[in-house]
């Protein structure tokens, strides 16, 4: 019996010690016997995954291409080919009985910006090109155009606008207005009439005092860019793994969960922020939008706006599992609602009440707010701060949910 006892105690003692965890046999020091320090397995394993990430980053141009090629080609696109401005609008004008009078007026239509004019002789030409797309608007000044103005009698003139597209015909309106007003002020000085007006406006223009859309519309186009670069580029990054079978290797390494997110996040999260300084930059100092705001507070919205993209297309790579519909699903449910519903292009005020309840759930709202704050108006707390918070929110909600999702064993 004593002899069975001494054999069983180094089985008994083996049992023990591989039961203890073999992590601690696996970080052993070699040589010194030592054991190396709780962290030194887990910064090892990062470092790897990061490095497999840069590698497969760089083995594949597209991932470099969508975030950098693809937002210098939308700032571009949209910075020049898009604009809110309707300037040297083709305009028709009609003189039914040529006169000094009608010859002044016509020719404030030359000294404007806003008006290309074209002359017709009779309101049937001009009609036909209107109807043909050819101009936008007709201004037709009557025969008795020159009697009535000098028997101080009103001189009405006729204005036919295209109204297929609302918004340029209501601008083309109040443009046709201010040529009116402005040679009819000056008109009434040269026959030295004293003009009686009971209001006098000044109109003072605060954030964007020389009135371009282009300062509106880039940091805008900033929070797309960036929604598409952070949503597309992490929405391919497991559903490429599951494809390719690499993943399922992966999964039975020692490697937790926590390090596979890491690993695969933080290799897009500079590619983002790469873009993004790419992109301000460009708005800076190609297009001159103006920039009042803090950078450090531009860094850091930033960074929030980027870990919510991030974490919504890696929610979305991890349930698709297929590159092709991962890539779908991004654009459909980031770039679309940050293009539409973000108050980039159209004003969320004036959206049905149902569709403003909606916007409520898209990032992009929030960091367009921020960006045309910073750009336009400065460092304004009050609308960074609840724009800010509501971003961290969603950063934690995806991301959370993201890792909620991911889980170690094949499904």
Same mark, same amino acid.
């Given at each position: ?15 023990? @010690? ?20 709780? @962290? ?18 760089? *083995? ?18 949209? &910075? ?45 030409? !001009? *009609? ?8 936008? &608007?007709?201004?037709?000044?009557? !025969? ?50 004293? #003009? ?9 223009? %605060? ?10 519309? #880039? ?32 999964? #039975? ?9 890491? &690993? ?10 790469? @873009? ?19 950078? %450090?507070?531009?860094? !850091? ?76 108006? @400065?460092?304004? %707390? ?17 991301? &959370? ?11």
């Amino acid at each position: 019996m004593s002899t069975t006892s001494h054999e069983q105690r180094p089985d008994l003692a083996s049992e023990s @010690g591989s039961g203890s965890g073999s992590e601690s046999g696996s970080v052993s020091g070699s040589g010194s016997g030592q054991p190396a320090a709780p @962290g030194c397995g887990r910064n090892r394993r990062l470092r790897g995954l990061l490095r497999k990430e840069w590698l497969q980053i760089l *083995r594949d141009p597209s991932s470099i291409a969508i975030a950098f090629v693809l937002p210098v080609a939308l700032l571009l696109l949209f &910075g020049y080919g898009v604009s809110l401005d309707s300037k040297h609008v083709p305009v028709g004008i009609v003189i039914e009985l040529p006169g000094p009078e009608a010859a002044s007026f016509a020719g404030a239509f030359r000294q404007s910006q806003y008006f290309a004019p074209v002359f017709y002789a009779t309101r049937q030409e !001009a *009609r036909a090109a209107l109807r043909a797309h050819e101009l936008d &608007g007709i201004v037709v000044i009557p !025969a008795d155009f020159a009697q009535r103005l000098k028997g101080d009698r009103d001189a009405p003139v006729q204005v036919i606008v295209n109204g297929v597209n609302a918004n340029s015909a209501r601008l083309l309106s109040a443009y046709v207005q201010g040529v009116w007003s402005t040679w009819m002020q000056r008109e009434l000085s040269d026959r030295l009439i004293p #003009v009686v007006q009971p209001v006098n406006p000044e109109t003072r223009i %605060w954030f964007n005092p020389e009135v371009r859309s282009r300062n509106y519309l #880039v940091p805008g186009l900033l929070v797309v860019n960036m929604t598409l670069v952070g949503a597309l580029l992490t929405a391919l990054v497991f559903a490429r793994e599951w494809e390719r079978g690499t993943l399922e290797a992966l999964m #039975v390494t020692p490697v937790t969960l926590r390090e596979i997110l890491l &690993g695969k996040l933080l290799p897009y999260f500079v590619l983002g922020m790469g @873009g993004m300084v790419l992109s301000v930059l460009m708005a800076l100092f190609l297009f001159q939008v103006p920039m009042r705001g803090s950078l %450090w507070v531009l860094a !850091a919205c930033s960074t929030l706006f980027l870990l919510a993209a991030l974490g919504m297309g890696l929610l979305i790579s991890i349930v698709t599992r297929n590159q092709f519909v991962a890539g779908m699903i991004a654009i459909l449910a980031t770039f679309l609602p940050a293009f539409l519903l973000s108050g980039f292009l159209f004003d969320i005020d004036s959206m049905p009440v149902a569709v403003q309840a909606i916007t409520h759930l898209v990032a992009a709202r929030y960091f367009v707010a921020i960006l045309q704050t910073l750009f336009l108006a @400065g460092d304004v %707390w009050s609308v960074i701060l609840p724009n800010a918070a509501a971003l961290v929110l969603m950063a934690a909600f995806f991301l &959370g949910l993201s890792r909620r999702r991911l889980h170690k064993r094949i499904e």
